[in-house]
């Protein structure tokens, strides 16, 4: 991997944890896009697609709704594409598991932010209640660049433990095949319960079944 | 700049400094201090205690949050008494945060998403996932603006200005086009990937099903991540053992 390459990484996961915390919330955190993007950094397109779209299928069940808690698949998923990008596809479970369990960090990360946050907003209690000019500003760029922080680490830790999954990962096997079926199924069924709570009631129901039949029948016939 | 433009820079990381505290209040404020510029001229002290109200607790989707920036803007300027626009700013975080959850996370998000899904499994490359965060960017834009004026010009009838906003009515739907997408992407993925036929092809299936028989059941707290890794590291260890 060259410099360049690194530093594109770098820059995708940090952009990606920041549009997810910070904004503007345009999709650049998802997986896909993440993933999309390290793939292109690193001249292997399909590594990028193949564990952007696997990782999608878990990031549609969260809704990043303010107070709820979620993970942060972006960072992670830049991990999980380099992983992927040394080892193969044929290999794609590995990625997936690595990207999970960095998205589970990133959603910590994402707790010890705001709470850090408040503290500095409870430490600035006095100036904000006197107004002193600027405050607002001092509080909202000291909040983003923490956020800054925060996904430069995450980035850094994903590329790490990508580095090192696609190098110390242990040859292919014939299980690799059931094992990719295995995270695949993990996958659908995250996006399903997703839609689902989504969806709640009648009309939007016959809509998601709907829509399963006929990707059933494209998968089955196409 | 002009007063607007900043407001609305600021408003597209609204998010930044969200807390457990006052939620995205800080960022409300920040984005309502140029618009309260000229305030600060005439009437210094409602000026101070006006960028106060602003930064105070509040918490709505951000794609929206330009209504009650605009909103409250306006009520200021007007001098509507600052207890009623403390009760103003209260009264539109939930029908911001509905509109927008159902319009945007639960809609359009999921249908651009899907597409671009769905896209890339019949053989389109970068380009989808980049014309998904295009398509994003642009509404991202021309609703913040659209939210930011709505609120300027209706002031403490921001209300009404809501209940007849034409965005209401792309709900249904958004929310219907989500589903038919997601409902067709997530097979079309699966089955996309090289190897899931057959016996493993069933794997998958079965899976899914278990997955979603847990996820289903309202007892059980089910995140698709810890669900992932659960099945995941359970299966490279059986792998392990029996391999």
Known sequence: MSPFQLLGLLVVGTVAGLDLASGPQVLLARPLVAGTLAGLCLGDLTAGLVVGSAL?????EVLPVGASRYPDHGPGTVGAVLAVAYIGPHQLWLGVMLGLFLATIGGWSLRWLRRANAVAVAGASAALQAFVPGILGQ???????????????????AIALGWAVGHLSAPPRTWDTWLNATAMGAGAAAALNGALRNAGHGRRVAALGTGLLAGVLLVAFA | MRPELRSFGRLLTIQAS???????????????EPLLGDLAASDPARSGEAVLRAAGFFNSHPYLAGVAAGAETRAEYDGVDGKQIERLRAA????????????????????????????????????????????????????????????LRSGIQVGVALQNARIRAWIPA??????????????????????????????????????????????????????GLTVLVAAALVSLVVG
């Open chain 1, 139 to 157: 509080l909202h760029w000291a909040a983003f660049r923490r956020d800054l922080l925060r996904s430069i680490g995450l980035t850094a830790l």
């Open chain 2, 92 to 151: 539109l975080c939930s029908p911001l945060g509905a509109l927008g959850d159902q319009l945007f996370w639960a809609g359009l998000w999921p249908v651009v998403l899907g597409a671009a899904l769905i896209a890339v499994v019949f053989g389109a490359e970068w380009w989808a996932p980049v014309a998904a965060v295009a398509i994003m960017l642009l509404v991202r834009v021309w609703v913040t603006r659209w939210a930011l004026r709505t609120g």
């Open chain 1, 56 to 60: 999608e299928l878990f990031a549609l």
């Open chain 2, 174 to 227: 958004a929310g219907l086009t989500a589903a038919f997408v997601i409902g067709a992407a997530v097979p079309l993925v699966v089955g996309a990937e090289d190897g899931v036929r057959g016996g493993p092809g069933v794997l998958a299936v079965v899976v899914a099903l278990v997955g979603l028989a847990v996820g289903q059941r309202k007892s059980v707290r089910f995140t698709g991540v810890g669900f």
């Open chain 2, 18 to 32: 969200w807390n457990y505290e006052r939620m995205s209040g800080i960022g409300l404020g920040y984005a309502c």
